[in-house]
């Protein structure tokens, strides 16, 4: 990189820090040189992890909880995660469950639906309130509960009664096992009674879940697999297994 680009990169960055945003136009003034160049440099800067694009310009990412950096998880799920962020649409009602593959789902929504999405999302967990309650056009509700701070998440009676009476758009469902003979299941007795009342709330019910958890038998089953309107996996999903849930009516989408 010239020293030119790394000054303009650095000037951005700072930018972002005191502002929060900047506009294309606006950079490619101060700088005097053409809108391609600013967008070249804002996407390298996307792909550092340093800012997310938006129609017109960029924003700064919320900062991380406790200062702390962000676990590295594994290709599959990024994949995962951005190819179901995709299915969202302005306006939508999401439920976001807990888990790193969910998380993945909410650091893969576009910056425009971020800043002018007008987006509601419903969660138990507060990794996806540290990601997401920061963006001005996310309304987020957090479900009161017990607290697991092993898990991050809320569970219990009052949380499950919290979600009796709300409705969504999509639930973005994870999961510790998928098997067509004992459904999506998970480890956890607590969290699977929210999941299936999450399951009750969504009127479409999507599951991001990498190949590794195919095959796999949680402690609880949350829900049959033949009731989950769309499956989000990687291509290393066994290809018995995904045709069987095909024939089920499930839609399965192999990234």
Not at 214 to 239: F, Q, R, Y
């Amino acid at each position: 990189m010239n020293a030119a680009a790394e000054e303009r990169r650095s000037f951005i960055i700072n930018e972002l820090a005191r502002i929060r945003a900047v506009k294309i136009g606006d950079l490619s003034r101060h700088f005097g040189i053409s809108e391609v160049s600013i967008r070249r440099d804002l996407e390298r800067l996307e792909q550092l992890g340093m800012l997310k694009r938006v129609h017109g310009g960029a924003v700064a990412l919320p900062p991380l909880p406790n200062g702390g950096s962000a676990a590295r998880v594994s290709p599959a799920k990024e994949r995962i995660g951005r190819a179901a962020a995709q299915l969202i649409r302005p306006g939508d009602r999401l439920l976001l469950d807990s888990g790193t593959t969910v998380l993945q789902v909410a650091r893969g929504i576009s910056g425009d639906l971020l800043t002018s999405g007008n987006l509601t999302v419903i969660t138990t967990s507060l990794p996806i309130v540290h990601e997401l309650g920061q963006w001005k056009s996310v309304h987020v509700l957090f479900l009161g509960g017990i607290y697991l701070p092993e898990y991050q998440v809320v569970v219990g009676p009052q949380t499950v009664a919290n979600l009796a009476n709300l409705h969504a758009d999509k639930l973005f469902l994870g999961a510790d096992g998928a098997t067509l003979s004992h459904g999506v299941t998970t480890a956890n007795v607590l969290e699977a009674e929210v999941d299936r009342a999450m399951v009750k709330a969504a009127r479409e019910v999507i599951l991001v879940a990498d190949s590794s958890k195919i095959g796999g038998i949680g402690l609880t089953t949350i829900m049959p697999l033949g009731k989950v309107h769309k499956l989000i996996t990687d291509e290393e999903a066994p290809a018995d297994f995904v045709s069987a849930l095909r024939e089920q009516g499930v839609e399965v989408l192999l990234v």
